[in-house]
Structures are given as C-alpha cells and as structure tokens.
C-alpha cells in the first residue's frame, strides 16, 4: 500500500510513501543476503548473536542507524515513519541487531536532552553512524507511562547490553553516559527467551559517567525514549506477524493430504483468514502510533498505548498459529518459526504488557480500566 495523495491535514496517513517502500526494499535484500532464519540461528546457538558485518552495513551503508538524527547532528533527518519500515524488516526476519535499543531508545532519549551540549551531540553523532552503540539501562519491560524512579545499583534484563559501547543510565540527580569498557562496570549476561535479543543485569557504581542532563531533565528524556520505542515496537511486531501468516499460507499450499493442498480445507482457511484481519487491524495501529510520532501529534500517547495493547498479542498469535499450522515441520527447533514465537513472545511483555497499556489507554480517555487484562 502506497500513499499517492497529500493526506488531509490533522489526519494521520497510514499509507507508506515511494520512500518508504525503497527503504524497505534495500533493507529486505540486505537482511535475506546476510540475516536468514538459518544463519539467525546458528549465531543465536552460538551465545552471539551479532553480526557486525551486517550492522555496519544497515546501520552505516543504509543510513538506518541515524534515521531519527537530525541533519546537523550527522544523521539522515528522517522520522519515525521510516524507523518503523525498518523495524518491520527487522522483525520479519527475527534479526540480532541494536536498531530499536541504541538507534530508537537511545537515540530518542538523548534527542530529548540539550543537544547543544558538545557531550550529547557527540555522542547522538556517534550513534548515528552505527559506530557506537549504545542502550538505555533500564530493564526491557518498562512502560512509558507512570513515575519514573531511578533504578538500583544492578539492573536486570536490559537488552543488547552486550553489544553496547555506552550505558545511558538514570540516577536521581540525572542522566549519565557511563563507557561499558569502564573497569567499574558490570555486565552479566542472562539467559532470554528470546536469544536473538540478549539480555543482560548491568551494574554501574554511583561515581562513574559523564552527566548528560539534571534529573527532571533527565526524566523526561528517558520517557520520550520509552514513548518512542514501545510505538515503534508495534511495527517490529507487525513484521513477525506478516512474516508468519506469508509462511503459514505458502506452507499450507505446497503441502497436500488426500490429494489435495491443505490450505484449501475450509477449517484451516477460516484461520488463516482471521489471522488476515488481525494483521490488518495490527497495521493500522502500528502505523498510526509510528505517524504519531513522526508528526509530534498530541495523541501520540493515546496511539502508543493502542499500538501496544493490541499487536503484542496479535504477533504471538501469528507466530502460534505458524507452528501449529505447518504441523510436524513447525515442531523441529530449526525451523524459524520458532524464532518468530519467541520474539513475538518476548516483545509481548516489553516497554509494558498489553494489560498495562490498557491501563494508560483507560486512564488517556478518562475511562475505567477493564478488568481481567
């Protein structure tokens, strides 16, 4: 779906632009050069994930790391509608790579502080040339919404701190760049359920970084990260779902019983075509939280909050109906169904559980919360 037409001012636009759909193209053929589900496996086994050939490659070669950096911060000065192209990619093929955690979180967080400061443009420089990577301390299920405390000394399940150069920590008194290469630093790897997403408890001491902002600065900043990454994680979920319905549908048609396609049996095709309509709708929410952002509209929170309620659990659906569907096959840990199941899985509970953005989505419209989510 291309927009051809100016959208009506104050609408949002769903569509995707001639731009877009060429950002997507040159990210689809890089990642099925490099990043199949074969090879996205294997590294995963290997306890690393990361391929820094192909990082630099998306994130310098592509210009995807700096996509949401402004022009004279060194980046491509595009917004959030191109940033969630790419995650759409990145989520169709379940790839290792810090996009959403250093190019998004990180990113976003320090956009939101005083970027005249010399300290924080050169590290949002450096960020947009994929050469550092950095990634906001905090445990991957934190929600935008509520108060934001600061974190104790030792942090659990912050994701891709394994690859970062940077920590972006948050303390009473401000936000700190603390260097992982820091002898006072620790990073401890967990065990995720999603392995092609890394998680790690990271404790950095009280006296160590650079501080980057005051504390209510500092805040604020960090929310706009979290409000930037949980919207933009909808399109990374809408990607696992759309990857797993085309899967599912080109399974069911090569593969026959009683001489006939599978897919053709009514019961599988009604499944199949729900999955089609909770796709659609996904979209549609993705699509507007992503425009939200990218037009600073007063309802971006409102739409986030949407986008999160609904396309975690639309995603984890898909991924459930790829392995069930493809039958014995979807059953082998080397299919990368099982790939797209756990990453869909994962994202369900991170940046906040669909039950906690009904909870804000209540609170956004002044209605009660509905029970039993």
């Known amino acids: 779906m291309t927009s051809t037409e100016t959208p009506v001012p104050g609408t949002p636009d769903l569509l995707y632009s001639q731009t877009e759909d060429d950002l997507r193209a040159a990210v689809r053929d890089l990642l099925a050069d490099r990043a199949d589900p074969a090879a996205a496996l294997a590294a995963a086994e290997s306890g690393n994930p990361y391929d820094a050939g192909l990082w630099d490659l998306?994130?310098?070669?592509?210009?995807?790391?700096g996509l949401l950096v402004p022009e004279k911060l060194g980046g491509q000065g595009?917004?959030?509608?191109?940033?969630?192209?790419?995650?759409?990619?990145?989520?169709?093929?379940?790839?290792?790579?810090?996009?959403?955690?250093?190019?998004?979180?990180?990113?976003?967080?320090?956009?939101?502080?005083?970027?005249?400061?010399?300290?924080?443009?050169?590290?949002?420089?450096?960020?947009?040339?994929?050469?550092?990577?950095?990634?906001?301390?905090l445990p991957l299920t934190t929600a935008p919404y509520g108060r934001l405390a600061a974190p104790a000394a030792t942090v659990t399940s912050v994701a891709d701190a394994a690859r970062a150069d940077v920590l972006l920590t948050l303390r009473e008194d401000g936000l700190y760049a603390v260097e992982t290469a820091d002898p006072a630093v620790t990073i401890r790897p967990l065990t995720p359920l999603d392995l092609t997403r890394p998680l790690a408890a990271v404790t950095v001491p009280a006296s160590a970084g650079l501080r980057l902002a005051d504390g209510p600065t500092g805040r604020t900043a960090v929310r706009r990260g979290l409000l930037s990454g949980a919207g933009l994680l909808a399109s990374e979920q809408?990607?696992?779902?759309?990857?797993?319905?085309?899967?599912?549908?080109?399974?069911?048609?090569?593969?026959?019983?009683?001489?006939?396609?599978v897919g053709s049996f009514q019961a599988l095709k009604h499944r199949m075509a729900q999955l089609w309509v909770e796709i659609v709708s996904a979209r549609a929410a993705a699509r507007n939280a992503a425009d939200a952002l990218a037009t600073g509209s007063p309802e971006a929170e409102l739409a986030v909050a949407v986008a999160g309620a609904y396309c975690g659990r639309v995603a984890v659906h898909a991924a459930e109906e790829c392995v069930q569907l493809h039958g014995g096959i979807g059953m082998t840990w080397e299919h990368p169904a099982h790939l797209a199941l756990k990453r869909a899985k994962a994202d369900e509970a991170a940046f906040g559980t669909a039950g906690r953005h009904k909870e804000a989505l209540a609170g956004l419209v002044d209605l009660p919360a509905p029970s039993g989510t």
């Not at 809408?238 to 396609?261: D, K, S």
Request: hydrophobic residues 45%; contains cysteine; glycine residues 8%.
């Open 78 to 137: 595009a917004s959030h509608r191109e940033a969630a192209v790419v995650l759409e990619e990145l989520g169709r093929a379940v790839t290792p790579a810090p996009f959403l955690t250093s190019s998004v979180l990180a990113t976003q967080t320090l956009l939101g502080c005083d970027t005249d400061l010399p300290d924080v443009a050169g590290l949002v420089t450096a960020l947009a040339t994929g050469r550092r990577v950095a990634v906001l301390a």
């Open 58 to 65: 998306l994130a310098g070669g592509i210009g995807a790391a």
């Open 238 to 261: 809408l990607g696992v779902a759309e990857w797993c319905l085309e899967e599912t549908v080109r399974h069911t048609r090569e593969r026959h019983q009683f001489n006939r396609p």
